[in-house]
């Protein structure tokens, strides 16, 4: 049974950094990312790594945020400094099964930063 559990959001003031984990277990993992979804706004990409650690960031955090793997805990992390309130949203991490190329969903964290 795969599972992804988020851990690191919270409330941080503007300029502040924190950073998100992500620990997959129940197979082995391809791409792994973070989105992130704000009241009223689409969910969108902040960045993916592949498994052989390329990453992809959106425009609006490139410079900020980076994002790292752990093959061997399975594990993803999103380093976020310099946040901004535009960065206040649920962020989940999304992971693809390497064999079978499927997409999960961890249940989300909270990050929230105050001007």
């Known amino acids: 049974q795969v599972q992804l559990v988020e851990s690191g959001g919270g409330l941080v003031q503007a300029g502040g950094s924190l950073i998100l984990s992500c620990a997959a277990s129940?197979?082995?993992?391809?791409?792994m990312g973070w989105y992130r979804q704000a009241p009223g706004k689409q969910r969108e990409l902040v960045a993916s790594?592949?498994?052989?650690?390329?990453?992809t960031y959106a425009d609006s955090v490139k410079g900020r945020f980076t994002i790292s793997r752990d093959n061997a805990k399975n594990t993803v992390y999103l380093q976020m400094n310099n946040l901004r309130p535009e960065d206040t949203a649920v962020y989940c991490c999304?992971?693809?099964?390497?064999?079978?190329?499927?997409?999960?969903w961890g249940q989300g964290t909270q990050v929230t930063v105050s001007s």
């Open positions: 129940g197979s082995i993992f391809s791409t």
């Open positions: 790594i592949s498994r052989g650690s390329s990453t």
């Open positions: 999304n992971a693809f099964t390497l064999t079978k190329r499927e997409g999960y």
